[in-house]
């Protein structure tokens, strides 16, 4: 990705998307991994921003909005989602003090954990490039 984009714009999503789609190690962690994820973040400068994760047999998409049926859902206000994407904010330590608030099947968060670690290397390459 040579051009840089602003963190959760629809530029930041496709891109995401793009890098999710080009990873030969995501889509074969994606086959042994279903589940659908949807991220809501509060008081952006562009408003509230949804988007969503999801991986189904075999198939691994992500896009702007709510997915159709969610198993997990995570929502956090703007300052917390920068400070997780950009390593200043510990992810585990924000939910445990619930500045992440999760709604959905716990056991699917830690089944599919092989899939998020894989899904790492996408949002560290991204956000290289990427305006906070």
Request: cysteine-free.
């Amino acid at each position: 990705m040579s051009n840089r984009v602003d963190y959760l714009s629809n530029e930041w999503i496709n891109a995401v998307a793009e890098g999710i789609r080009q990873s030969s190690e995501i889509a074969a962690v994606a086959r042994d991994n279903s589940v659908a994820v949807t991220q809501i973040i509060t008081g952006t400068p562009r408003g509230d921003v949804t988007y969503h994760l999801e991986s189904r047999d075999g198939k691994i998409s992500f896009a702007s909005g709510a997915a159709a049926t969610s198993d997990i859902a995570f929502t956090q206000d703007w300052q917390t989602a920068v400070g997780v994407a950009t390593g200043k904010i510990n992810a585990q330590e924000a939910f445990i003090s619930g500045k992440i608030r999760f709604k959905g099947d716990h056991e699917r968060v830690i089944a599919t954990q092989p899939l998020f670690l894989a899904l790492d290397v996408v949002f560290t390459s991204v956000n290289a490039n990427t305006n906070f």
